[in-house]
């Protein structure tokens, strides 16, 4: 993988922290003006399209998705166990039973395959 340049660490760092505008990001890493005139969001817009930017994007995202999870995960309990609606409760339950591997199954048409034989006998 292509090393980062400190801007470009920054742009992305910003952005997965923050979860500002592009724009908000770019200015925070230090983006001006770029070549040509164009402003700090163009050149930091075509940085976020490279390649190498986009997989330390991705990487900071499934970080920073990880450490939330314990977090999302004790904010559906608390909803379990102290939400006024009976519906908020009831859809917490239903997203830990999912999460837990206990998801009903999904209902819709089955098609099962196999041999089908009829013999009618009229004599």
Request: hydrophobic letters at 35%; charged letters at 20%.
């Amino acid at each position: 993988m292509t090393d980062l340049t400190d801007k470009q660490k920054a742009l992305v760092d910003t952005l997965v922290a923050d979860g500002g505008t592009i724009k908000d990001a770019a200015l925070t890493a230090g983006y001006s003006q770029g070549h040509g005139g164009e402003s700090g969001r163009v050149v930091a817009s075509k940085t976020l399209r490279l390649p190498h930017v986009q997989e330390y994007m991705r990487q900071q995202m499934m970080m920073s998705f990880g450490m939330a999870s314990p977090k999302a995960f004790n904010r559906i309990v608390h909803l379990l166990d102290h939400a006024n609606s009976e519906h908020v409760q009831l859809e917490a339950s239903k997203e830990i039973l999912n999460r837990g591997g206990f998801a009903p199954p999904k209902s819709g048409i089955s098609l099962h395959t196999g041999e089908v034989s009829i013999n009618i006998d009229l004599g």
